[in-house]
Structure formats: C-alpha cells, structure tokens
C-alpha cells in the first residue's frame, strides 16, 4: 500500500521486533500520533528471544506479507537484519544498523531513526566549536548516536566499549564522517570531554550500575542517556548531583518514533502527542515500580 493508501484507508499496522520489549513506550507514542491524525495505528509487539538469522527471516517475511506499514527494530537485533533486508538507506547502510523498516511494494528498506532522532535531541546541547563528546558502547544505538554526532560535526569523537574491536569496526565506518578515536578505558574518553553519552544498557531496570564512575563527572560538562527506564538513570542522577547538564532518553525516544512514524506513513506526527503518550507511559511504570 503508498503511503496515500494508508492515509485514504485510516488504518495502519506497525511494530517492534525485539527482546525484552514489554516495557517500551512506543506503541503509545505511535497509536496516539495516528489518532491525532485522524487514523487507526495497532502498533504490535513482537518479542522474540535468542531468534537466529532464519527467525529473523520469518518475522520479517511476515512484515512483508501480513499489510505491515513497517515495524521498528530494537535490541538485540539492529544489526542482525540489516543483510536480510532488500534495500538500506545511506545513512543505514553507512552504520551496518536499521532501527526502522519500512515495507513498501513487497520490499523491505532499513533506515535508521535513531541517528536522526538523537541529531535532534542533542544539537541544543553541542557547542559551537570544541565539542569532545564520549560515547560509551558501541553496538546498535551507540553505532547511532556516534553517526548522529558526527553528522552535527563533533570535533573530537570518541568511542569507547569493551569489546575493543566492536569499537574499531564502528570507527573504521566513522573515518568516511569525520573520524573518531578509539578510547582505551572510559576514563581516556572522558579525559577532557564536554559531554558524554551512554549508548549501552547499563542503567536500564532492573539494571542500577553505572556506564562510568561518577568520579569522572563534573558541571562543565553534559551527560546524555540513551536509557528512558528509568528515565533518571543512576548516571543521569550522579550527573545532576554534578552540576552539569543532562539530556534523559525521553527525547531520543520521542524524535526517534516521530521520525519512523513519518517513513511510514508520508505524515508528520506531533512530537507534543508523542510526548504526552510517552509521559503517561512512564508516569504509570514508575508507580508501579514504586508500589511493587
């Protein structure tokens, strides 16, 4: 179906393929920027655990058979579905991860919401000249965040994991981008840096550790979390006990679904609706949390 087609029927078919995904906030965010707009979204999760490259295939074949507009692409498999699809964006098939998958004429086209979504998020943060931003974790949305940086021509990236070739690989892609460098420890990337983003899932509930020391934060500098559960992570917390700036993972979540809503449907959604929806969904997690 063309993207008019979906506007012309109001109804919308779109998900998540991933694992866990019990706690995500985007079938909210989805449903009421469709509703908004005066269409039906059912915004499916679609949890599947340890699948290999031949379960990847049939979750994907159905996407394709079953009238899906498309269906986003969360952890652990950003990276696994990029050779099973039929055509990849640049800026997806520059990163080897697709966040996104948009079905269309009976193909599959990855692209990556994650890079543009957070490009949007963080530009407010960035200075005009010198930034040396540390990203820490290099796999799917780390892989993202650091393309989205270096987009908004970070001056001084660097990148740290510890598996140090998954950061070698991620920044051998970076050197067509501007470059980054590979940081030996978190404490060699974040010597001297303005900011800092964690790109892995430390943090994320049940989850309590911390991606680096609070020792290596101060005021001067600002710290991003790709991590939205909780939303004040216990870096964002050792962060804001600092002094210095902070960026939860609410606006990479919320510009990173406008983004995918707007590949699959041709409309752009409201990020205000998406916001609300999102709040609402972590309003009431973190009562639940608390009440457990």
Known sequence: MSKRGYAASKKLLTGLIGAPIAHSASPAMHERAAEALGLRDHYQLIEVAGADAAGLRMMLEGVRRLGFAGVNVTYPYKEAVVPLLDELAPGAAAMGAVNTVVARDGRLIGHNTDTTGFARAVAPLLAPSGNAVA???????????????????????????????????????????????????????????????????????????????????????????????????????????????????????????????????????????????????????SAAYHAA
């Open 135 to 285: 990203v820490i974790g290099t796999g799917g949305v780390g892989k993202a965040i650091a393309f989205a940086l270096a987009s908004l021509k970070v001056s001084d990236l660097r990148i740290f994991d510890s598996e140090t070739a998954r950061a070698e690989k991620l920044a051998s892609l970076l050197a067509r981008h501007g470059g980054a460098t590979v940081a030996k420890s978190v404490e060699d990337a974040l010597d001297g840096a303005t900011g800092l983003v964690n790109g892995t899932p430390v943090g994320m509930l049940p989850n309590r550790g911390m991606p680096v020391p609070a020792t290596l934060l101060h005021e001067k500098m600002w710290v991003a979390d790709a991590v939205y559960s909780p939303l004040i992570t216990p870096l964002l917390a050792a962060a804001q006990a600092k002094g210095a700036r902070m960026m939860t993972g609410r606006e990479l979540a919320i510009y990173q679904a406008a983004d995918a809503f707007e590949l699959f449907t041709g409309l752009a959604p409201s990020t205000e609706v998406m916001g609300e929806a999102f709040d609402e969904v972590m309003a009431a997690r």
